[in-house]
């Protein structure tokens, strides 16, 4: 009961964030918006029982992708004119697609049971079983994840810097 | 409405949300930050079906997805920043000619 009572609570808060996103004029309301709604995710999915993704999303976005866009913002202009005028003069064009295929989806998930039969899992996502069955068998993923993370720190310090090989 | 149901709807939902955001706002940050919204909204469908299925491959892969989208921002953004030393403006507008 109080079960469906959060996952009602989060995914009203999941999407009042995403609407602060669209309306909100500073660059900053639309970064905490983006932040409450990812919060609001990761409440969800420890309610799912997915604890390790719950963690990982308030770690990795949260914590890391969300904090870097803050510095960002902080280092912008605010007398920027993208800052005062929210819309382009796209707004019917987007709305329409938009409302378009949320109603396709939407029909389509309506329609019929999604997803198919229950495939009988039996994996455990606590932390703890979750973490030594993730390292034992997804070790050279989680491996070649650093040789991602290390080619991204290259390539940002390349747009950065590069302009001929010579500082920019 | 059953659960795997209710969160697809809201999967829906938010992607559609960041569709809008993406295509009316003028600030390349925000657009960025929309499309961020979208990637959520697609790994929400993703962990709703692992969770159902039981699947510890689904999360191990939503985590390689976490790992990819830091690293896009982490390229995303220092473009950002260039374009912002450019013209001093991220009103994606100022940069109409890129359109071809």
């Given at each position: 009961m109080i079960e469906t009572a959060l996952l009602y609570l989060f995914a009203a808060a999941a999407t009042a964030g995403a609407l602060v996103m669209l309306?909100?004029?500073?660059?900053m309301r639309v970064a905490l918006g983006l932040i409450g709604t990812m919060l609001s995710l990761a409440c969800l999915y420890a309610l799912l029982g997915v604890h390790v993704i719950a963690v990982f999303q308030v770690l990795i976005y949260v914590g890391a992708v969300m904090v870097f866009m803050v510095f960002v913002i902080m280092l912008l202009d605010t007398r920027d004119p993208s800052f005062v005028?929210?819309?382009?003069?796209l707004v019917l064009p987007g709305v329409l697609t938009a409302a378009l295929i949320a109603a396709v989806l939407g029909a389509l998930l309506a329609r019929r049971h999604v997803g198919g039969p229950r495939i009988a899992g039996v994996a455990d996502f606590r932390l703890q079983p979750f973490s030594a069955r993730f390292l034992a068998e997804y070790w050279l993923h989680f491996e070649l994840t650093s040789v991602l993370l290390l080619v991204v720190v290259?390539?940002?310090?390349?747009?950065?810097?590069?302009?001929?090989?010579r500082d920019g | 409405m059953d659960r795997t149901q209710f969160?697809?709807?809201?999967?829906?939902t938010l992607f559609s949300l960041g569709l809008v955001g993406v295509v009316v706002r003028r600030n390349a940050l925000v657009m960025l930050m929309c499309m961020e919204l979208?990637?959520?909204?697609v790994v929400l469908s993703l962990v709703t079906f692992a969770a159902r299925n039981g699947s510890a491959s689904?999360?191990?892969y939503v985590f390689l997805i976490f790992v990819v989208a830091a690293a896009e921002i982490a390229i995303a953004i220092p473009i950002v920043l260039l374009l912002q030393r450019q013209r001093r403006t991220l009103d994606v507008g100022a940069y109409i000619e890129l359109g071809g």
């Open positions: 309306v909100a004029r500073h660059p005028t929210r819309y382009s003069r290259v390539g940002a310090i390349a747009v950065i810097r590069g302009r001929g090989g | 969160l697809l709807a809201l999967s829906v979208m990637v959520n909204a689904g999360a191990a």
